[in-house]
């Protein structure tokens, strides 16, 4: 049988990849995904008073391009994805509803095999543990799956939430950053994951699609 034409998969393995949480369905973004996306970005993502990213693009929400800035930026990842270096913004839904994102990214991962993760939630979706088990998917995705030696993190001290993440999952220190936060000095602390320390989610991770993802995110061939 020939293949479908219209089937994006063909050229674009990443269309195919899926991963099924107890309660959430975690996929790489689509353009109808990222515009709910921009949408729940709308509504907010944390208190005025506080900023718990490094860029920090929820500074601009007021601003009539916000939304259209969101998918943007997830555009701009798309097509820099290469085995060299990839940043994969996975859409984080509950049944079927949009609520945040979960990032991926990796430099020369089939010579070094770490990752770093990134992520946000809608402050609705906040305070369920929907931010571990979306972390767990794409943790697991990376050593059970791609092979990944390392998974690094990192979050303003004042990040709780973010923190107790890491702590759930077993992370350990990885050192420490100053940077300028909204005009003052704020503390950054890193933190590592080995596949040794990690502590794996009592559910079974579900997975499809992440074959023909292989050689785009420069997987080293198992065999």
């Known amino acids: 049988m020939a293949p479908d034409p219209a089937d994006p998969v063909r050229h674009w393995p990443l269309a195919g990849?899926?991963?099924?949480?107890?309660?959430?369905?975690?996929?790489?973004?689509?353009?109808?995904?990222?515009?709910?996306?921009?949408?729940?970005?709308?509504?907010?993502?944390?208190?005025?008073?506080?900023?718990?990213?490094?860029?920090?693009?929820?500074?601009?929400?007021?601003?009539?391009?916000?939304?259209?800035g969101v998918m943007q930026y997830a555009w701009r990842c798309r097509a820099e994805v290469s085995p060299a270096r990839w940043s994969v913004n996975f859409l984080v839904r509950e049944g079927g509803r949009v609520l945040g994102m979960q990032t991926l990214t990796a430099t020369e991962f089939g010579v070094l095999g770490e990752v770093s993760t990134g992520s946000w939630l809608t402050r609705a979706a906040q305070g369920r543990g929907l931010g571990t088990e979306m972390r767990q998917a794409v943790v697991t995705l990376a050593f059970e799956h791609?092979?990944?030696?390392?998974?690094?993190?990192?979050?303003?001290?004042?990040?709780?939430?973010?923190?107790?993440?890491?702590?759930?999952?077993?992370?350990?220190?990885?050192?420490?950053?100053?940077?300028?936060?909204?005009?003052?000095?704020?503390?950054?602390?890193?933190?590592?994951?080995?596949?040794?320390?990690?502590?794996?989610?009592?559910?079974?991770?579900g997975v499809a699609g992440v074959g023909p993802c292989r050689e785009l995110l420069g997987v080293p061939d198992p065999g």
């Open 146 to 205: 791609l092979g990944a030696r390392a998974a690094r993190t990192s979050a303003f001290a004042d990040n709780v939430a973010s923190r107790r993440v890491s702590d759930r999952l077993g992370y350990t220190p990885d050192g420490v950053e100053r940077h300028v936060r909204r005009g003052r000095s704020a503390l950054l602390l890193r933190n590592r994951l080995t596949p040794d320390a990690w502590r794996r989610p009592e559910w079974t991770l």
């Open 17 to 68: 990849l899926v991963l099924r949480t107890p309660r959430l369905e975690l996929r790489p973004d689509d353009d109808v995904g990222l515009a709910a996306l921009a949408d729940r970005a709308l509504d907010g993502v944390h208190p005025a008073e506080e900023m718990p990213f490094l860029e920090p693009w929820t500074d601009g929400a007021a601003d009539p391009g916000f939304a259209r």
